[in-house]
C-alpha cells in the first residue's frame, strides 16, 4: 500500500514538473525576431506563414496555456529567419492539437 502511494507521489510530481517545462530553445538567428501583434506591423512587408505545433499534454496532465503559447512563438521566431522576416505574429489562438499559424513580416529595424 505504501508503496503505491510513494509511486502515485512520484508520477504527480514528475508530471506537474514536466508539465511546466518549455523544451524548445531559441535558434541562434532568430535571437533578434520578434512578438508583434496586428498593431506593431505597419510598414512591414509579409514575407510568409509558418504553422508550429508543440504538446499540450505530458500524459494525462496538462500544459500551462502559458508555456505552450510561448513554446510555440519560439518555434516561429525559429522559422523566421529562413523566410526572411525578423517578426512574427500569431493569425489565431492554439488549436486544441497543440498547434498555431503565425505570419511572418520584414520590419524595419529602429536604429536608436
Given at each position: ?33 520578434h ?40 518555434l516561429?521566431?525559429?522559422d ?8 512574427v ?5 492554439v ?5 498555431q ?12
Open positions: 500500500m505504501a508503496r503505491s502511494i510513494v509511486l502515485a507521489i512520484t508520477i504527480f510530481t514528475l508530471a506537474s514538473v514536466s508539465s511546466g517545462c518549455t523544451w524548445v530553445a531559441l535558434a541562434p538567428d532568430a535571437g533578434e525576431v512578438v508583434g501583434t496586428s498593431d506593431t506591423i505597419a510598414g512591414c512587408t509579409r514575407v510568409g506563414t509558418t504553422k508550429t505545433r508543440t504538446k499540450i499534454k505530458v500524459g494525462f496532465f496538462a500544459r500551462g496555456d502559458e508555456k505552450v503559447a510561448k513554446e510555440l512563438a519560439t516561429a521566431r525559429n523566421a529567419p529562413e523566410l526572411g522576416g525578423n517578426t505574429v500569431a493569425d489565431g489562438p488549436d486544441a492539437n497543440g498547434t499559424r503565425f505570419s511572418v513580416y520584414d520590419c524595419p529595424v529602429d536604429s536608436d
